[in-house]
């Protein structure tokens, strides 16, 4: 993991922010195109917003995974090259002032199944299965949460068996293979012409996560699995009522008796991701704000 140099400059730019064909900045070619233009304009840095699966508001900071990638960035261009696609994909109309979420999904899911039918697993997909220690958890969480309409795991009615949601798993592993594989080539050319790319991890977790399903003993939650305080900032010269983010807080008690193995995890995978790992926002770690859950305001 590298290191800021001092006197440096870089850009920050959210990957969705960037030029696409399809809805969104992706992992295609109009995002060399800017990480070329950021080089010739003498920056070294990229920093992005998180990659994580968006959860609730289309936000990367109320994630459905504290490893996942968020399968919205996968170039489509870039799976017909591989001849997973039959032919091109047109463009879709842009809307120049933010990203219709929706629309994209359901135009790439498209695509993406069409992609999937004609995937044949090979060693460098096992190698990445057998890496991503996250990865049966995250796809099993996901599966279940489509068949029960997305509502929030603690109001899923069934909980499936993986021999029942069995294709829907394959077929989220495929995405997270494809994101993983394109991301890494984007990096791999950006380091290659002298850009470094700063990470953003979110310090807390959405409730609605694979995380919390699978280790609710990592957070303040009741008997019944629903927190007991969440995350917020106080008042401010900025916010009369501070602001109230909603994630459930971590049982730092708990995460000690483990020395942090969750975080362990999660940074040590991050590496691999990133050149350098930013965690927003790290105040949290000493001094945070403990809101009842429930209330209204922080």
């Known amino acids: 993991m590298d290191t800021i140099i001092e006197g440096s400059a870089g850009v920050l730019a959210p ?6 064909t399809h ?4 992992f295609g070619d109009k995002t060399k195109e800017f990480i070329e233009l950021t080089r010739k304009g003498g920056f070294i840095y990229w920093q992005i917003l998180p990659l994580n699966p968006l959860g609730y508001g289309h936000s990367p900071y109320q994630s459905y995974s504290a490893f996942a990638g968020d399968e919205i960035y996968i170039n489509l261009d870039c799976l017909y090259n591989q001849g997973l696609l039959k032919s091109k994909v047109t463009s879709i109309e842009n809307n120049s002032h933010h990203v219709d979420y929706e629309k994209v999904r359901a135009f790439k899911d498209i695509y993406f199944r069409e992609a999937y039918q004609n995937f044949v697993p090979n060693d460098e997909y096992y190698q990445f299965t057998n890496k991503a220690f996250w990865l049966n958890g995250y796809a099993f969480f996901m599966a279940n949460r489509e068949k029960n309409d997305y509502v929030q795991w603690n109001l899923w009615k069934t909980i499936y068996s993986n021999d029942e949601l069995k294709e829907e798993i394959n077929y989220i592993k495929f995405l997270q293979y494809i994101f993983y594989t394109q991301w890494q080539e984007l990096k791999h050319y950006a380091n290659r012409i002298g850009i470094q790319i700063i990470g953003d991890i979110p310090i807390y977790m959405g409730y609605d996560s694979a995380d919390v399903y699978f280790n609710p003993y990592n957070y303040l939650l009741d008997e019944n699995k629903n927190p ?3 995350s917020g900032v106080p008042p401010d010269y900025f916010s009369k009522d501070g ?3 909603g994630n459930p807080l971590y049982d730092w008690a708990k995460m000690k008796s483990d020395n942090y193995y969750f975080w362990v995890e999660r940074l040590s995978w991050s590496q691999d991701l990133y050149d350098i790992i930013r965690i ?3 105040r949290a770690f000493d001094t945070y704000w403990k809101v009842p859950y429930l209330d209204k305001t922080a």
């Open 23 to 26: 809805g969104i900045g992706d």
């Open 15 to 20: 990957v969705s922010s960037l030029p696409g």
């Open 280 to 282: 927003d926002h790290f």
């Open 228 to 230: 007991t305080f969440v």
């Open 243 to 245: 602001q109230l983010w």
